[in-house]
């Protein structure tokens, strides 16, 4: 059984910084293509950031570009989310997301959550102004 289990969220000033973690269990980590997206109070998911499953790529929404960082550790089976700058706008639901792909680089639908197969219960981030 998948399991995807995100922690590091929290209640957090702009501009500061938080980092996610998401540890996975029940699949082949190495195999697979990591995902964080987020969800705000009314509103869609939306992408945030993707990496490869050998870290050859990564792929960032526009709107946290330079902020966002993903990395992966294949030998922890877990995937990070450091986030600097952090801001007001920021705050959501964080969610890992998980799919098989032996692609080395991100696609598009890398960036789309109906692509992805396995998530996390999501993490709550928020940043107070």
């Known amino acids: 059984q998948v399991h995807l289990v995100e922690s590091g969220g929290g209640l957090v000033q702009a501009g500061g910084s938080l980092r996610l973690s998401c540890s996975a269990s029940?699949?082949?980590?190495?195999?697979?293509?990591m995902g964080w997206f987020r969800q705000a109070p009314g509103k869609e998911r939306e992408f945030v950031a993707a990496?490869?499953?050998?870290?050859?790529?990564?792929g960032y929404a526009d709107s946290v570009k330079g902020r966002f960082t993903i990395s992966r550790d294949n030998a922890k089976n877990t995937v990070y989310l450091q986030i600097y700058s952090l801001k007001p706008e920021d705050t959501a639901v964080y969610y890992c997301?998980?799919?098989?792909?032996?692609?080395?680089?991100?696609?598009?639908?890398?960036?789309?959550?109906?692509?992805?197969?396995?998530w996390g219960q999501g993490t709550q981030v928020t940043v107070s102004s």
């Open positions: 997301a998980a799919k098989y792909s032996g692609y080395r680089f991100v696609r598009n639908e890398e960036k789309a959550a109906s692509t992805y197969t396995y």
């Open positions: 029940g699949l082949t980590f190495s195999s697979i293509a």
């Open positions: 990496i490869t499953w050998s870290s050859s790529d990564t």
